[in-house]
Structures are given as structure tokens and as C-alpha cells.
């Protein structure tokens, strides 16, 4: 996260070439699958990247997913930091600095509206990475409007998106969106704590008059599970920031709970992929300000034509839970293909509904029109033939004045098919006792969605496994708990998690 990432995609753009962006956390024979697919003739990289503690070192990583990759670059450009010199390849690799002192000026390259800007992996079911596909001139429509319209941001604001560039978030709303504005936008390298603390985000804003703050929900739970009674707060001057926003999973009620107490402003979830690449559903800041319903993204946002829809395809009444789906034609920004494969983009997202997209996670509209997104359709657990939401489950174990952070899969059980099994982070400081917990969380859970739900287990973890955009990984944990075989995913966050949650659970 920092300005030659952002400057290597818009140099990019002004070619007119195609980029694609590959997180730095990646094993090499990830990077290898991406290099194979998208085929580039250049590969940009910096030498190393910061970890909290640690240094990366990026080309050693480089170097044998171009030994693995049977596609092989011309060449790479290689930005020297000062925590970590790399070695360079001679024939192949060159040094930023001395490229761009010799650099000459290059003009703007027209394109066409419907030319390739970029291409940006997300992962797919059958461990293949999907590339998806965004065109020029929709998503510039798409990323002007949205900065207004969604995110009431007028030029002279400043916008911060505390994602990383290395995903859907840092493409559209770090570089993208708050440039082809005109407002300023702002690029962090750090992390929610622990750079140097629990207030590194209140820093940030003070120093730099944010007006808006886009970040992921998990990093909000982070920063209320250090610092629970909000003690950082206090020691910025936050008067600029007027808005919350969220997206990247759910926005579980609790933490815009802890948000709206603490600030006392808009705590506002939008819902949104990869795939479409800016919100489908949003409260409309810049257009109507609409009351906020813990637990809803709101409404479909312009050109998004939302529906609920059985398993069969047919429609659902208004409360009633199923896969949602956008019906077509879809809006701009959104993808058309995915990278070098028409078949698996009519397979993944086509043919379950003819004509209807499918976003692959369930939930419901309710009378005022407003949508729930209840997860993944995955995530929807079968217990004795009662479909339940495991979101709606977390929902309620996470209004526990104990619980920082929670994830509830499906077990599967000989008898009832499957039943639910949480995953519990406790607030620090707290001090009760596992079977107190538990006992408490069984009869919250009774109480508010009744005996159906069977909720009786209950696991207290220090830490859950994560994508490093903040997803937890609900299927793994699931094969972990079903004594199943697993990969671990490539974009798993720190792999040494998986070790330790089945500790706990053999101990348990």
C-alpha cells in the first residue's frame, strides 16, 4: 500500500494496457495460476512488503511463481524499498528509480468504452481463481456516480477507503473512484490496531480532515475488541468525519451498535462484489438520506433490479428468505465475462436463473423494500428440514456484552442432519467461564429465534480464520469440525489459525 501501486495501475490506464493486481500475501503458486491465466508481459512488484512485525521479502516470491508459471513475463520492474534491497535478475528485472529517470512523458491512449481497464481475481468454488473482467467506460459511470450518489462525497472532501489495492474496494474506491471525481482520496499502509494502536484509524482521520470512512467490518470488531469502551477516541479531533461506511461481509449489528454510540454518526452497510464492482444495495447518502435498519444494506441502488428467488426460480413474497438475484440487463461496472473463459461465466453466474444474475448469498426484502443479506446461500443450514440462517444466529450471539466477534457453521449430525456450532472471540478483559458462556448463549439463542434452532455448542477461540479482506472462512472451519480433509485457502490470512482452532476443538 503505497504510491507506486497506485501509480503503476493509472500508468496502466493511460497506456491504454490491461492490469492486474495480485495481493502481496499470496504463495508463490497462486501468483504462478494468475500469471498462467492472465499471461502478462510486464510484472511490477515491490521488493518487500511491512507486516506489523515482520518484512516480506516479495522477490523471492516472484522469482518461483515465474520458475512455476509455465507463461513466463519479458520482464519485471522492481521498486527498491529500504527495509529490504532485492536482488535483480539481470536480462529480466529493472529498477523503478532508474526507469522512470529515464522515462520520456507518454501521451493518453484513447479507448474504447467497452476496452479492458483491469482484471481482478476472486476466488471460485473449484479452487480456480475466476478474472474478472472490467471495462473502461461503465465502471468510470459507475465510480463518478457512486462517489456522489452513495457516498455524498463533493470534491473538496476527503474519502478514505481502508482497504488495500489488492482488492475490489482498493480498485474502485482508494484509486478509481474518489480520482475520476475529483476529490482526494487517501492510501494507508498500516493496519486498524497495533500501527501503533487501537487508534490508528482516528489518527489518520484527524490528521487528514476525512469526511467519510469505508472499511470492512472486521476492522471495526478489531478495533472494539482492543479498545471496548473507546478510549482512543477521545484523543482526536474527529469533527470532519460525518459518515461510517461498511461492506465486505455483513455488518453485524453489534459493531454498528458499538459505532453508533461511540460517534454518534451514520454507521451506513453497503453490499456489494467483486463481480459489480460498487454497491448493489446502499442507503443513498448524496440522493436520500433513509433510515438505517441494523442488519439491512437498504435499498438496490439505480440499475440494480433486486429479487428473491426459490431454488426453482420463482419469486418470493416480501420477508421470505432465498437466493438473491439481479435481474438483467446489469447496470455498468459490472463484469461481462470472465478473463479468457465465456463458458465459466455463464455457468457461475447465468444458467442457475435464465435471466437473472446470481449473487450466490441469500436473504430477503422486507415490506419497506429494504434488503437483508443473510450470507452466503451456503451458509443457510438444514436442521431437521428447517432452513436457518447462520447470520441470524451470529446476529444474536454477537449482542452478547461478552462476545467481540463470532461465526456459526452447520455440523453435520446423523440425526438432525446438521446443527449449528459457534465460534466465539471473547472482549478482552472479560472473565467468564466457557460453560457459563455457553449456557448463555444457548438460551439467547432459544429465546430469540425458539428450540428449532438447536443451538448447544459453543467454542471460545482467541482468533478466527480470515481472507485477508476480512472474510472469515466458514467452510473450512466446517470441514475442521466434520473431521473432514481440507485445503488450506490461498487466501487465508495466517494459516497457523487452522492449527490451532482444531486444538481447541480436539481439547474441547
Known amino acids: 500500500m503505497i504510491p507506486q501501486a497506485a501509480i503503476a495501475m493509472l500508468a496502466c490506464a493511460r497506456l491504454g494496457a490491461i492490469h492486474s493486481v495480485v495481493f502481496g500475501?499470496?504463495?508463490?503458486?497462486?501468483?504462478?495460476?494468475?500469471?498462467?491465466?492472465?499471461?502478462?508481459?510486464?510484472?511490477?512488484?515491490?521488493?518487500?512488503?511491512?507486516?506489523?512485525?515482520?518484512?516480506?521479502?516479495?522477490?523471492?516470491?516472484?522469482?518461483?511463481?515465474?520458475?512455476?508459471?509455465?507463461?513466463?513475463?519479458?520482464?519485471?520492474?522492481?521498486?527498491?524499498?529500504?527495509?529490504?534491497?532485492?536482488?535483480?535478475?539481470?536480462?529480466?528485472?529493472?529498477?523503478?528509480?532508474?526507469?522512470?529517470?529515464?522515462?520520456?512523458?507518454?501521451?493518453?491512449?484513447e479507448v474504447?468504452?467497452?476496452?479492458?481497464?483491469?482484471?481482478?481475481?476472486?476466488?471460485?468454488?473449484t479452487g480456480k481463481p475466476k478474472g474478472i473482467v472490467r471495462e473502461n467506460g461503465g465502471h468510470a459511470v459507475?465510480?463518478?456516480?457512486?462517489?456522489?450518489?452513495?457516498?455524498?462525497?463533493?470534491?473538496?472532501?476527503?474519502?478514505?477507503?481502508a482497504s488495500d489495492v489488492g482488492w475490489i474496494v482498493g480498485h474502485s474506491y482508494i484509486v478509481y473512484g474518489p480520482l475520476i471525481h475529483g476529490c482526494t482520496t487517501v492510501l494507508y499502509e498500516g493496519k486498524p490496531i497495533m500501527t501503533p494502536d487501537a487508534g490508528a484509524f482516528w489518527r489518520v482521520i484527524s490528521d487528514h480532515k476525512v469526511k467519510a470512512l469505508f472499511?470492512?467490518?472486521?476492522?471495526?470488531?478489531?478495533?472494539?475488541?482492543?479498545?471496548?469502551?473507546?478510549?482512543?477516541?477521545?484523543?482526536?479531533?474527529l469533527s470532519s468525519l460525518q459518515t461510517f461506511f461498511a461492506a465486505g461481509e455483513r455488518l453485524d449489528p453489534p459493531t454498528y451498535e458499538w459505532l453508533t454510540e461511540k460517534f454518534n454518526i451514520p454507521v451506513i452497510d453497503n453490499w456489494w462484489q467483486t463481480e459489480t464492482g460498487w454497491p448493489i444495495a446502499s442507503n443513498l447518502r448524496g440522493v436520500e438520506k433513509m433510515p438505517i435498519k441494523p442488519g439491512s444494506s437498504t435499498v438496490p441502488v439505480p440499475g440494480f433490479e433486486v429479487q428473491i428467488?426459490?431454488?426453482?426460480?420463482?419469486?418470493?413474497?416480501?420477508?421470505?428468505?432465498g437466493n438473491i438475484a439481479i435481474k438483467l440487463?446489469?447496470?455498468p461496472s459490472c463484469l461481462n465475462t470472465i478473463w479468457g473463459s465465456v463458458e465459466r461465466f455463464n455457468e457461475t453466474y447465468l444458467e442457475a436463473f435464465p435471466g437473472y444474475y446470481l449473487s450466490g448469498d441469500g436473504g430477503y426484502i422486507d415490506d419497506d423494500g429494504y434488503l437483508f443479506v443473510m450470507g452466503r446461500t451456503d451458509d443457510v443450514i438444514n436442521v431437521s428440514g428447517h432452513r436457518l440462517s447462520t447470520g441470524e444466529m451470529e446476529e444474536i450471539i454477537g449482542s452478547h456484552e461478552s462476545v467481540a466477534e463470532c461465526a456459526v457453521i452447520g455440523r453435520s449430525d446423523s440425526l438432525k442432519g446438521?446443527?449449528?456450532?459457534?465460534?466465539?472471540?471473547?472482549?478482552?478483559?472479560?472473565?467468564?467461564?466457557?460453560?457459563?458462556?455457553?449456557?448463555?448463549?444457548?438460551?439467547?439463542?432459544?429465546?430469540?429465534?425458539?428450540?428449532?434452532?438447536?443451538?448447544?455448542?459453543?467454542?471460545?477461540?482467541?482468533?478466527?480464520?480470515?481472507?485477508?479482506?476480512?472474510?472469515?472462512?466458514?467452510?473450512?472451519?466446517?470441514?475442521?469440525?466434520d473431521g473432514e480433509d481440507y485445503e488450506v485457502p490461498p487466501t487465508i490470512d495466517d494459516p497457523n489459525i487452522l492449527d490451532e482452532i482444531q486444538q481447541e476443538i480436539s481439547s474441547h
Open 215 to 237: 472499511a470492512a467490518p472486521t476492522a471495526f470488531r478489531a478495533i472494539k475488541k482492543e479498545d471496548p469502551s473507546g478510549k482512543f477516541i477521545g484523543n482526536y479531533d
Open 142 to 161: 459507475a465510480m463518478k456516480y457512486s462517489m456522489s450518489a452513495i457516498y455524498d462525497i463533493n470534491q473538496e472532501d476527503v474519502f478514505w477507503a
Open 309 to 321: 428467488l426459490d431454488d426453482e426460480g420463482n419469486s418470493l413474497d416480501r420477508n421470505q428468505q
Open 25 to 109: 500475501g499470496f504463495a508463490a503458486s497462486e501468483l504462478a495460476v494468475r500469471i498462467d491465466d492472465s499471461k502478462p508481459i510486464l510484472i511490477m512488484s515491490a521488493s518487500c512488503g511491512i507486516e506489523v512485525k515482520n518484512i516480506i521479502p516479495y522477490k523471492p516470491l516472484l522469482d518461483s511463481a515465474i520458475e512455476i508459471a509455465q507463461y513466463k513475463p519479458k520482464s519485471c520492474i522492481i521498486y527498491q524499498r529500504e527495509q529490504h534491497l532485492a536482488k535483480l535478475t539481470e536480462g529480466r528485472d529493472f529498477d523503478w528509480k532508474s526507469c522512470c529517470d529515464a522515462a520520456i512523458p507518454a501521451n493518453c491512449v
Open 418 to 481: 446438521q446443527l449449528p456450532f459457534g465460534f466465539v472471540i471473547l472482549k478482552s478483559g472479560v472473565d467468564i467461564s466457557e460453560d457459563e458462556i455457553s449456557k448463555n448463549l444457548v438460551a439467547l439463542v432459544k429465546e430469540k429465534i425458539g428450540a428449532v434452532a438447536c443451538y448447544k455448542e459453543t467454542l471460545i477461540v482467541n482468533r478466527l480464520p480470515k481472507t485477508r479482506s476480512g472474510k472469515i472462512l466458514r467452510k473450512t472451519l466446517k470441514k475442521i469440525v
Open 112 to 125: 474504447n468504452g467497452d476496452d479492458v481497464l483491469y482484471i481482478l481475481y476472486t476466488s471460485g468454488t
Open 329 to 331: 440487463p446489469l447496470p
